[in-house]
Protein backbone atom coordinates (compact mmCIF):
# COMPACT_ATOMS: atom_id res chain seq x y z
CA UNK A 1 0.00 0.00 0.00
CA UNK A 2 2.82 2.27 1.06
CA UNK A 3 4.92 1.69 -2.42
CA UNK A 4 1.72 2.27 -4.60
CA UNK A 5 0.47 5.64 -2.52
CA UNK A 6 4.47 6.83 -3.10
CA UNK A 7 4.30 5.85 -6.36
CA UNK A 8 1.71 7.99 -7.12
CA UNK A 9 2.93 10.92 -5.27
CA UNK A 10 5.84 10.55 -6.96
CA UNK A 11 3.89 10.38 -10.39
CA UNK A 12 2.08 13.32 -9.06
CA UNK A 13 5.29 15.56 -8.24
CA UNK A 14 6.77 14.66 -11.70
CA UNK A 15 3.70 15.65 -13.57
CA UNK A 16 3.48 19.00 -11.28
CA UNK A 17 7.69 19.68 -12.21
CA UNK A 18 6.96 18.86 -15.96
CA UNK A 19 3.67 21.52 -15.97
CA UNK A 20 5.97 23.96 -13.81
CA UNK A 21 9.10 23.35 -16.57
CA UNK A 22 6.74 23.88 -19.56
CA UNK A 23 5.34 26.97 -18.07
CA UNK A 24 8.66 28.30 -17.27
CA UNK A 25 9.56 27.78 -21.10
CA UNK A 26 6.53 29.21 -22.20
CA UNK A 27 7.39 32.47 -20.30
CA UNK A 28 10.98 32.58 -21.32
CA UNK A 29 9.75 32.48 -24.84
CA UNK A 30 6.72 35.51 -24.73
CA UNK A 31 10.00 37.13 -22.72
CA UNK A 32 12.34 36.84 -25.64
CA UNK A 33 9.68 37.84 -27.88
CA UNK A 34 8.74 41.12 -25.90
CA UNK A 35 12.55 41.71 -25.76
CA UNK A 36 12.92 41.02 -29.34
CA UNK A 37 9.90 43.25 -30.41
CA UNK A 38 10.77 46.01 -27.76
CA UNK A 39 13.91 46.05 -29.56
CA UNK A 40 12.59 46.30 -33.33
CA UNK A 41 10.14 49.23 -32.31
CA UNK A 42 13.24 50.86 -30.76
CA UNK A 43 15.29 50.17 -33.86
CA UNK A 44 12.59 51.46 -36.06
CA UNK A 45 12.10 54.86 -33.59
CA UNK A 46 15.31 55.49 -34.25
CA UNK A 47 14.98 54.96 -37.48
CA UNK A 48 11.95 57.41 -37.96
CA UNK A 49 13.87 60.53 -35.59
CA UNK A 50 16.91 59.71 -38.13
CA UNK A 51 14.65 60.04 -40.71
CA UNK A 52 12.57 63.13 -39.38
CA UNK A 53 15.71 64.55 -38.78
CA UNK A 54 16.97 64.73 -42.21
CA UNK A 55 13.45 66.14 -43.47
CA UNK A 56 13.65 68.89 -40.91
CA UNK A 57 17.58 69.56 -42.34
CA UNK A 58 16.58 69.65 -45.78
CA UNK A 59 13.56 71.67 -45.45
CA UNK A 60 15.22 74.54 -43.48
CA UNK A 61 18.30 74.29 -46.46
CA UNK A 62 15.69 74.61 -48.83
CA UNK A 63 13.97 77.40 -46.83
CA UNK A 64 17.47 79.22 -46.49
CA UNK A 65 18.04 78.45 -50.45
CA UNK A 66 14.90 80.43 -50.90
CA UNK A 67 15.84 83.05 -47.98
CA UNK A 68 19.56 83.79 -49.93
CA UNK A 69 17.69 83.86 -53.79
CA UNK A 70 14.79 86.66 -52.23
CA UNK A 71 17.83 88.97 -50.52
CA UNK A 72 20.08 88.35 -53.82
CA UNK A 73 17.29 89.70 -56.02
CA UNK A 74 16.34 92.44 -53.49
CA UNK A 75 19.72 93.62 -53.05
CA UNK A 76 20.24 93.50 -57.31
CA UNK A 77 16.62 95.45 -57.24
CA UNK A 78 18.36 98.01 -54.44
CA UNK A 79 21.38 98.21 -56.54
CA UNK A 80 19.43 98.88 -59.99
CA UNK A 81 17.09 101.47 -58.45
CA UNK A 82 20.36 102.88 -56.77
CA UNK A 83 21.87 102.83 -60.27
CA UNK A 84 18.60 104.62 -62.02
CA UNK A 85 18.12 106.81 -59.19
CA UNK A 86 21.41 108.33 -59.76
CA UNK A 87 21.82 108.21 -63.41
CA UNK A 88 18.05 110.27 -63.36
CA UNK A 89 19.13 112.87 -61.63
CA UNK A 90 22.04 113.61 -64.48
CA UNK A 91 20.15 113.05 -67.16
CA UNK A 92 16.23 113.61 -65.97
CA UNK A 93 14.14 116.78 -65.38
CA UNK A 94 16.47 117.86 -62.47
CA UNK A 95 20.14 118.17 -65.17
CA UNK A 96 18.94 121.40 -65.50
CA UNK A 97 19.31 122.54 -62.06
CA UNK A 98 22.92 121.89 -62.42
CA UNK A 99 23.66 124.45 -65.09
CA UNK A 100 21.99 126.97 -62.37
CA UNK A 101 24.44 126.21 -59.25
Same mark, same amino acid.
Given at each position: ?Y !??? &???? /?? !?????? /????????????? %?A? *????? =??????? =? %? &? =????????????? &????Y?????? %???? !????? /????? *?????? /?????????
Amino acid at each position: EY !LRE &RAEV /DT !LVAQIA /DENEKERKVREEK %QAE *SRHLL =QNFLVEQ =Q %Q &R =QQQKLAEELEENE &RIEAYARMKRA %QEEK !LAAEK /DGLGG *SHLLHG /DNAGALDEV
